[in-house]
């Protein structure tokens, strides 16, 4: 047996090699043969394996003429090791067969060797007995090597196996706390992940082919699944393990039906019936199970499923289609009613370190903070399913009613994590601080929010409501978090109104920027005085916040230098003067002139925040040829792609050029920033207690002026790589917009 042991791994490390096999295909289907199993489980060699072939009329192959140039590893060669290592050699045949870097020779004669396997010796249902043995690793081993077998023999039309078709239907016809459930789903995950990988044009039909085995079977599972009561369960642990390798089966159902347009039950299960996998919330199961959960329905409702899953270049999305925003719909109506029922009061936000399988591991203490995966996650979920929602409403007064409650629950729910002063001051900034660390969900926020605030707007203009309702829904975007000036003013104080990131953001393709950007900027040409006037309030605030700082600072100073023993804060946020511009943002713009408050023409210098590794061009982007004409609403604008595209490298060289990162311009620019603001004709400092309205300030570097130059500074840096053919696509309708701002601003400061 020894032997017998050091030919397979002797074959094993020239078929890692890519080597090209010169014996017999039948001499490596007696070593590659797999033993079976005994009643207990425990692997046994079977009768060809042991025994000479010689009595059986076969040739035994010589060891030597299968040995290459290495000193052979002495193990200890019992029947499960040879069992083991017999499965993978015939995973990595299988995988070098489906590579791309096997030559060609060497990829026929593995394929021959399999479809005898497959033929003589019925490899898939002995891989399918191997299943079910008490042992964890053989049957894992087993369950990787019929993955990549089922999927071989899909690309090459062979029939699958009716051992293991039956097998998966009888598993999963209903739950039970079994392993094989587990293997089961297991390998139609890898299976379907082998398929997404592939780069031929028929995956749709292989694709196809598959899913019509299960088709039914998938929804019996998962009506079965989540109606367990999980309290009554003896083995938790189970349970947990089929419903994580569900979820990322029932990803990768859903993702099928986006990227490869098909359409079976199955795919459309967790939408026809959502509050099963809502309820799973409720369970008393570990905190990473209702974070994978709250991920999971964050994606379904982005339409992102599946690219945590699909390795490579990812498939293209199919069209927006009837049945897709149906489904989509029903989705965030059950999510609203799940909060409407206390959803995120059973939400796990206590934060714990990141231990293997979400467990705490002993020796670890827990971190103190919330969860802010689970943060950021609900409450995506929550403004993209208002946004779907609103979409598909007409009322005026119902969509302000469902604002009120449900931003309400979400900013209550976000409070307590939150620092004091952020909802106090300003309930918008919640975003910016909520989504500070992923760019994309803190994107996908902005436009929902945007896209909410845009579609209710409309609403109320179409019904011609009076100057005092629209003042009070004015007062309610604040209010409760949506305005989207503020929204984005809070964006651009995060990247400190650095245009070299506004431009790494619009040239990567891993956020919807673009898509944001240009939305805002229409916004913008309409709703310039009231932007201008959420500007002032803005600038009035961080110079009471600055005020309070250096009246904190000075009060301790003079504390120390008089041997004060009493200790005084050093900051203070004026509260009531807080409360004064919340409530005053609800006034229109108009009733305050914006040429009232002079900004500097002199400063010109943006503080340099360091940019973001930029990821590379995206394969395509909105066209812009259709969002130069579109509606100041439009869900989709364009972008016309260029028909150069150089590389990233190149271009993100010349943005460094282009915008400018001297040290001098940068000290500046941080000079006239913390610079404090002084009242009109007056040299005196402000005091600790001031309150005096906006109307009387002159502000050197305001918020507006800061945002126009770090228009003015986008607008010339794309302006120079379009010219040099390094911008990624055709920019023109975007810098028309970028232009527009400038004009109208400049007309503001002289309406003369």
């Not at 020894?2 to 397979?8: S, T």
């Not at 905190?287 to 409702?301: D, T």
């Not at 929204?487 to 109104?497: D, W, Y």
């Not at 041997?563 to 005084?568: G, L, V």
């Amino acid at each position: 047996m020894r032997d017998f042991f050091e030919v397979l791994e002797q074959l094993y490390k020239k078929v890692l090699l890519g080597a090209t096999l010169e014996n017999d295909n039948q001499d490596y289907v007696f070593y590659l043969n797999p033993a079976f199993s005994d009643q207990a489980g425990s692997p046994v060699m079977s009768s060809e394996c042991i025994t000479t072939p010689g009595a059986q009329g076969e040739r035994q192959p010589s060891p030597v003429s299968l040995s290459i140039s290495v000193a052979p590893v002495y193990l200890k060669s019992d029947a499960q090791e040879i069992t083991l290592l017999q499965l993978t050699v015939i995973k990595v045949m299988l995988t070098r067969i489906l590579s791309a870097e096997t030559q060609l020779p060497a990829k026929e004669k593995y394929r021959e060797i399999i479809q005898v396997l497959l033929m003589s010796s019925d490899l898939d249902s002995k891989l399918t007995c191997m299943l079910q043995n008490s042992d964890k690793l053989l049957p894992h081993m087993a369950a990787k090597c019929l993955a990549s077998l089922l999927y071989f023999q899909l690309k090459e039309k062979i029939t699958l196996s009716n051992s293991w078709i039956v097998f998966c239907q009888k598993n999963l016809s209903e739950y039970s706390e079994s392993d094989k459930v587990v293997y089961c789903l297991w390998t139609l995950t890898v299976v379907i992940k082998e398929i997404f990988k592939d780069t031929c044009s028929q995956k749709t039909e292989i694709l196809k082919q598959f899913l019509t085995l299960f088709d039914t079977i998938f929804e019996v599972f998962y009506n079965s699944l989540f109606s367990q009561h999980f309290e009554n369960l003896q083995e938790t642990s189970k349970i947990v393990n089929s419903l994580i390798c569900f979820l990322e089966l029932l990803e990768l159902l859903i993702a099928s039906r986006i990227h490869l347009d098909l359409h079976f039950t199955c795919q459309r299960i967790l939408f026809l019936k959502p509050s099963c996998v809502l309820g799973v919330i409720t369970w008393p199961v570990e905190a990473f199970v209702k974070r994978k959960i709250i991920v999971f329905l964050k994606k379904c409702l982005l339409w992102k499923v599946g690219e945590d899953l699909c390795r490579g270049a990812a498939p293209a999305l199919t069209p927006p289609s009837c049945p897709l925003d149906v489904d989509t719909l029903a989705l965030a109506d059950a999510v609203l009613q799940a909060v409407d029922l206390g959803l995120l009061r059973t939400l796990p936000v206590h934060g714990q370190p990141s231990c293997f399988g979400g467990e705490v591991q002993p020796g670890c203490e827990q971190l103190p903070g919330p969860d802010h995966v689970i943060l950021r996650a609900a409450s995506l979920l929550i403004i993209k399913s208002l946004e779907i929602k609103f979409q598909n409403c007409a009322s005026a007064k119902e969509m302000k009613v469902d604002l009120q409650r449900f931003m309400s629950e979400l900013l209550t729910f976000l409070k307590p994590h939150l620092e004091p002063s952020v909802l106090s001051h300003n309930p918008c900034e919640w975003l910016s601080r909520v989504f500070i660390e992923q760019d994309d969900d803190m994107l996908e926020a902005a436009r929902a929010s945007m896209g909410i605030y845009l579609k209710v707007t409309r609403e109320y203009e179409a019904a011609e409501s009076l100057t005092q309702e629209k003042e009070m829904w004015n007062h309610h975007t604040h209010e409760n978090g949506y305005n989207p000036h503020c929204i984005f003013l809070f964006f651009l104080k995060n990247v400190g109104f650095d245009s070299t990131v506004l431009l790494d953001f619009l040239i990567s393709s891993e956020t919807c920027f673009l898509e944001y950007f240009v939305r805002y900027l229409k916004l913008l040409h309409r709703d310039w005085d009231r932007f201008f006037t959420i500007c002032r309030y803005f600038d009035v605030t961080e110079c009471n916040d600055s005020i309070n700082i250096r009246g904190g600072i000075s009060s301790l100073v003079h504390d120390r230098s008089s041997n004060h023993t009493e200790s005084r804060p050093l900051a203070a946020v004026g509260s009531h003067w807080n409360a004064h511009a919340c409530v005053s943002w609800a006034s229109d713009a108009s009733s305050e002139p914006p040429n009232e408050v002079v900004v500097s023409q002199e400063s010109h210098a943006t503080p340099q925040a360091s940019s973001r590794p930029s990821p590379q061009a995206p394969h395509s982007l909105v066209d812009y040829d259709t969002s130069d004409d579109s509606e100041v609403e439009s869900t989709d604008p364009c972008l016309e792609k260029s028909e150069q595209t150089p590389s990233h490298q190149e271009a993100m060289t010349e943005i460094q050029d282009s915008v400018g990162t001297s040290r001098h311009r940068k000290e500046l620019s941080l000079d006239l920033q913390s610079r404090p603001v002084a009242p009109k004709e007056s040299n005196t400092p402000f005091s600790a207690d001031c309150e005096m309205a906006p109307n009387s300030i002159v502000y050197e570097v305001g918020i507006s002026h800061r945002t126009v130059k770090c228009f003015e500074e986008l607008q010339g840096a794309i302006s120079r790589l379009q010219k040099k053919n390094l911008f990624p696509y055709n920019p023109r309708a975007l810098l028309k917009l970028l232009k527009q701002v400038e004009i109208i601003r400049n007309k503001s400061m002289n309406p003369l």
